[in-house]
Nanobody, 115 residues
Framework: QVQLVESGGGLVQPGGSLALSCAAS????????MNWYRQAPGKERELVAR???????NYSDSVKGRFTISRDDSRDTVSPQMNSLKPEDTAVYYC?????????WGKGTLVTVSA
């Protein structure tokens, strides 16, 4: 059974940086895409960063230039480096992975950006 476990969330001041990580287990093949979503209070879940098996990266306009996503298929991890954080980045961040059309989700990790 595929499991995704996020780590690295916490409290950070505006302008600060935070690195999240997602570790996958139970998959016998590399994921087609690995993604990070977030959901702020009262808002819908949104895709913020995506990386394909071939290393193609996409970002939402709200994080472009500030977030960098990377993956290590030898360790089955995907990690977004988040810089220049803003209060509006406050949300629960979810790891998502797609394998042969099947989606898997982590339980999420809370990131709070506040002074």
């Amino acid at each position: 059974q595929v499991q995704l476990v996020e780590s690295g969330g916490g409290l950070v001041q505006p302008g600060g940086s935070l690195a999240l990580s997602c570790a996958a287990s139970g998959n016998n093949f590399a994921f087609n895409t690995m993604n990070w979503y977030r959901q702020a209070p009262g808002k819908e879940r949104e895709l913020v960063a995506r990386i394909t098996f071939g290393g193609v990266r996409n970002y939402s306009d709200s994080v472009k230039g500030r977030f960098t996503i990377s993956r290590d298929d030898s360790r089955d991890t995907v990690s977004p480096q988040m810089n220049s954080l803003k209060p509006e980045d406050t949300a629960v961040y979810y790891c998502n992975a797609v394998l042969r059309g099947i989606e898997f989700w982590g339980k999420g990790t809370l990131v709070t950006v506040s002074a």
